[in-house]
């Protein structure tokens, strides 16, 4: 994928459609009696060497299993180039896992900057940009928004009342 104002909304609409997605399951966890007892950590709620939690409460089966069948939809949908459609949300899922590692490891339970708000699209430009999927620019410009608009989006959901920080 080049540069281009279509690419970029095909690879936000997924990147962030992913991850929305996401952010949609924490809200059904909060609202719908008994949701959460389906939704297992991937962790096991095991604890790393250092004596912090492996990944949290919030990197889950559940989530994966969102992933996969976001990139199931995708492939179907024929938006997208079949190993974007295949990969994309199993790298913003696997971005979002290793921005928990490393804030767990920084001992923070507050805002991080560039792993909060752009986690999930540095790990899929990044494999894709490397893979030769996705040019350079795209990935960069497409990080360069979501860090512009992703805390704007942030806020109004925490103004909605469905998040519960407003990072």
């Given at each position: 994928?080049?540069?281009s104002v279509y690419n970029i909304f095909l690879f936000m609409l997924l990147t962030w459609g992913t991850n929305i997605a996401f952010n949609l399951?924490?809200?059904a966890k909060k609202y719908i009696k008994g949701f959460a007892k389906y939704d297992r950590p991937i962790d096991f709620g095991k604890y790393f060497f250092d004596g912090r939690r492996i990944l949290g409460e919030s990197t889950t089966f559940l989530g994966l299993v969102f992933a996969l069948?976001?990139?199931l939809l995708a492939l179907?949908?024929?938006l997208f180039e079949k190993m974007i459609a295949l990969m994309v949300p199993l790298l913003v899922y696997i971005g979002h896992a290793l921005g928990s590692f490393i804030k767990r490891r920084m001992n923070k339970n507050s805002f991080v900057p560039f792993i909060d708000h752009g986690d999930y699209?540095?790990?899929s430009g990044f494999v894709l940009v490397i893979l030769g999927y996705v040019s350079f620019s795209l990935a960069l410009v497409c990080l360069l928004l979501t860090y512009v608009l992703h805390p704007l989006a942030v806020l109004l959901a925490f103004k909605l009342g469905l998040k519960e920080?407003?990072?």
């Open positions: 994928m080049q540069l399951l924490y809200v069948l976001i990139s179907k949908s024929n699209m540095i790990m920080h407003n990072y």
